[in-house]
């Protein structure tokens, strides 16, 4: 079983040694605030992004696709006035252009396309394949990015960091085929398939200076996915401090490319 579990860490890029942050330590570096629009804020990673880009007075514009159940996000918003909250469900091109029309002309320094879904376990096992669940998890892991990106790129090109960054899974690379996760085949095919949109999206947005980030988190305790997994996990707070300072350093070199949370490269 231990074996199992040490397959299973090295899978999706964790460490079984207590080295959490280190690398995120010291790339850390100072970076000037600016404009940050996260999708999926109202929970998890998404709502943590809001709240330690909120601390380092960013101006957030924090989407949901519920803001009246938001209640933290809500809570949050009410102590940092540099904290904005917007509907967006990503699934939905209206709001989506909605939203974006309202922010034309507006710099956007770091679009963050977080929200995302596991989709249920159980109907992604090989005999019990649910193809709405597919559609549903496509939806909003690879459409949604993909529009939300579209939607923005101006505004992101307007500003001054220009950064558009993905957050994908180590459960998308090739390379894990053999390890000890079975099933899973949406949300896997869903983040091998939203990483070579990053790719693309690099070489088509490349001329307006804009990099694309691929940033898996590892595994995060947000409750995500409602698997059986009980080995370690990092908290909402490492993994966004790595994923901020990854964000940070963001560059030509580490961009286009799965980078794991330890900044890493992750084959894919
Ligand atoms: N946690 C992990 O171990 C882990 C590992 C690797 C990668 N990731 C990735 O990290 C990202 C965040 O995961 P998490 O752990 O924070 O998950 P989470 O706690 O389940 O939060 C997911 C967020 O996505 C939002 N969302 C779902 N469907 C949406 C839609 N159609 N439109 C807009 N927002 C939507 C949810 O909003 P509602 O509150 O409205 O449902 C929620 O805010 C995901 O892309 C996930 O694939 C997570």
């Known amino acids: 079983m231990i074996g199992v579990l040490h397959k299973l860490f090295l899978a999706v890029g964790l460490s079984t040694g207590v080295v959490v942050g280190t690398q995120s330590q010291n790339i850390a570096l100072a970076d000037e605030p600016g404009t940050v629009l996260i999708t999926g804020s109202s929970r998890g990673v998404g709502f943590e992004l809001a709240k330690q880009y909120a601390v380092k007075e960013w101006k957030v514009i ?32 209206d709001e989506i252009e909605a939203l974006a029309k309202g922010y034309a002309g507006t710099p956007i320094d770091v679009l963050i396309n977080n929200a995302g879904i596991f989709g249920t376990v ?20 690879v459409f949604g990015p993909l529009k939300v990106t579209q939607a923005f790129a101006d505004s992101v090109a307007a500003s001054e960091k220009k950064k558009i960054v993905t957050i994908t ?21 869903s983040k091998a398939s939203v ?27 947000t409750g995500f996915g409602g698997t059986n997994y009980d080995g370690p996990k990092l908290t909402p707070e490492e993994a966004v401090a790595a994923l901020i300072g990854f964000v940070e350093t963001l560059s030509p070199e580490t961009a286009a490319t799965m980078i794991n949370y330890d900044g890493v490269p992750m084959p894919w």
Not at 63 to 78: F, I, M, N
Not at 122 to 127: D, G, I, T
């Open 195 to 221: 990483n070579i949109i990053g790719r693309t999206l690099a070489a088509d947005l490349r001329d307006r200076g804009i990099l694309i980030g691929l940033f898996n988190p590892g595994i995060v305790d």
């Open 169 to 189: 899974s180590g459960l998308g690379s090739m390379t894990l085929t053999e390890e000890a996760f079975e099933g899973y085949y949406f949300y896997r095919a």
């Open 62 to 93: 924090a989407t949901c696709r519920t803001p009246s159940e938001a209640d933290d996000l809500v809570r949050l918003a009410e102590s940092y006035p540099n904290v904005v909250i917007e509907e967006m469900d990503v699934t939905d091109v």
């Open 122 to 141: 159980s109907l992604q096992r090989f005999e019990e394949l649910d193809y709405s669940t597919f559609v549903d998890v496509m939806a909003v892991n």
